[in-house]
């Protein structure tokens, strides 16, 4: 079955570090897309992915970047993290751009010490 | 800016009962709005898919309705379970996908 993975589920890192989250989907879908949700805010979209060689800000992009290479991945990366960046982060994807279903990854949960 | 909002912020029921949850927005011009189900821990799972030329989608136990010229969306449960409890979010797709932040539901046994 079609699906989509993230890794790592948990991670602990220092403030200042880089760090890239992974994001792979096996539905073929050209739409992907970064959330992180808070306590308070929830579900915010931090950058989305049309296509391949397509990226796009989102609400919260500040700090953040993707780049998509092929059709199945879209890294995140915090260029240098920041305890307020500690979140549970959520990758998506779907097949149509503006009418498609989503469909949301299992999420990882990123403590910024 | 589209904004929207899920009240209650929680709710509890006894099982058996057929509930609703809400949905509203404040910009009508939306492509599309997608119910959700999140479970303690979890990711997202998709309940139903209203475009926005629908007035409704059912699965199952499951019905979602969608009135654009008010701004608003229901989801119906009927005969709601244990099983139901969860966080129930909804999501408007303009030229953005926003977020309600949920209704967490919980249902006595």
């Known amino acids: 079955d079609a699906e989509i993975t993230q890794s790592p589920r948990h991670k602990i890192t220092e403030t200042g570090r880089q760090v890239t989250l992974a994001c792979h989907q096996t539905?073929?879908?050209?739409?992907m897309f970064w959330y992180r949700q808070d306590l308070g805010h929830g579900l915010r979209l931090i950058h989305y992915?049309?296509?391949?060689?397509?990226?796009n800000k989102g609400e919260v992009s500040d700090g953040y970047s993707v780049s998509r290479s092929n059709t199945e991945d879209l890294p995140l990366t915090l260029e240098s993290a920041a305890s307020s960046q500690t979140s549970v982060y959520f990758c998506?994807?779907?097949?149509?751009?503006?009418?498609?279903?989503?469909?949301f990854g299992p999420g990882t949960r990123l403590t910024v010490t | 800016k589209q904004e929207v909002t899920q009240i209650p912020a929680a709710l509890s029921v006894p099982e058996g009962e057929n509930l609703v949850l809400n949905c509203s927005f404040t910009?009508?011009?939306?492509?599309?709005l997608q119910w959700f189900r999140q479970d303690p821990g979890k990711g997202l799972t998709s309940l139903l898919l209203?475009?926005?030329?629908?007035r409704e989608q059912t699965s199952g136990r499951l019905n979602a309705s969608l009135d654009k010229s008010s701004g608003r969306s229901t989801l119906y449960i009927a005969a709601s379970q244990p099983g139901d409890s969860a966080t129930y979010l909804c999501?408007?797709?303009?030229?953005?996908?926003?977020f309600g932040k949920g209704t967490r539901l919980h249902i006595l046994p």
């Open positions: 209203i475009q926005s030329s629908q």
């Open positions: 539905w073929n879908h050209n739409n």
């Open positions: 910009d009508s011009a939306i492509y599309n």
């Open positions: 992915s049309y296509g391949v060689h397509d990226t």
């Open positions: 998506a994807s779907s097949e149509s751009t503006w009418t498609g279903e989503q469909y």
């Open positions: 999501a408007c797709r303009d030229d953005k996908i926003i």
